[in-house]
């Protein structure tokens, strides 16, 4: 158990359809980051988010579209993907900011492995 | 361009004996590093971590050992067990300014009985 959940872990979906992922963190962080993991490839940077405010977009298409409506949820809605989206999507969180002492290390939820036909 | 490099993407090593896995890093600005694991069907797990004041951090059976003047690092995990075999990925990041962490590609450690 990370404290960070996500669901779902597995999602097959059409190019046409609009689907979100979920992730859900219980560790009292105020970051949230999702990644992107493709085959042979260092997880991707996607999107990161302070305190509900997006802080990175890492030159993310706009067909996801990330959201964060408090600082222990985090959404990754899609739509019209394509086969090259095909991949493992991580979530992670971290406590950052001024009451911070030192660096803290991000923990990371299990992951959605996501499948476009 | 990769500013985090995992030149190796497995590694065998017997029961008992030592694992080494290195990281080499380009970005001068980076300032703190991290390991994680990572199991089949699960998300990476933090392992440990050090800071650029530091040249060595010990936690139990792993080390990670920083050369900052070659900007790289290492891990030594003594003595190694079956229960090591994962994938293992370093990270990077520079402390200020952004929340921008770098991963490297991973290396796949299996540890034979």
């Known amino acids: 158990e990370t404290g960070v959940t996500q669901t779902p872990r597995h999602l097959v979906m059409g190019m046409t359809n609009k689907k979100s992922l979920k992730c859900e963190q219980h560790l009292g962080h105020n970051a949230m980051y999702w990644y992107k993991q493709s085959a042979k490839k260092p997880l991707e940077l996607m999107f990161v988010y302070n305190f509900k405010e997006q802080t990175e977009n890492n030159s993310v298409p706009s067909r996801f579209s990330p959201e964060c409506p408090n600082s222990s949820h985090l959404f990754l809605h899609l739509h019209t993907l394509q086969p090259e989206d095909s991949a493992l999507y991580l979530c992670?969180?971290?406590?950052?900011?001024?009451?911070?002492?030192?660096?803290?290390?991000?923990?990371f939820g299990d992951g959605t492995r996501l499948s476009i036909l | 361009d990769q500013q985090v490099k995992q030149n190796s993407p497995s590694l065998s090593v017997q029961e008992g004996r030592i694992s080494i896995l290195n990281c080499d890093y380009t970005n001068s600005m980076f300032d703190y590093f991290l390991w994680y694991k990572k199991y089949p069907a699960e998300g990476p797990t933090f392992l440990i971590s050090i800071s650029s004041i530091k040249d060595k951090n010990e936690d139990g059976r792993f080390t990670v050992f920083l050369n900052k003047s070659a900007k790289h690092l290492s891990l030594h995990i003594v003595p190694s067990q079956p229960g090591d075999s994962a994938v293992y990925f370093c990270a990077a990041r520079a402390t200020s300014g952004t929340y921008k962490y770098i991963f490297g590609t991973g290396t796949r450690l299996k540890v034979l009985a």
């Open positions: 992670a969180s971290s406590q950052e900011g001024w009451k911070v002492l030192s660096p803290q290390p991000q923990h």
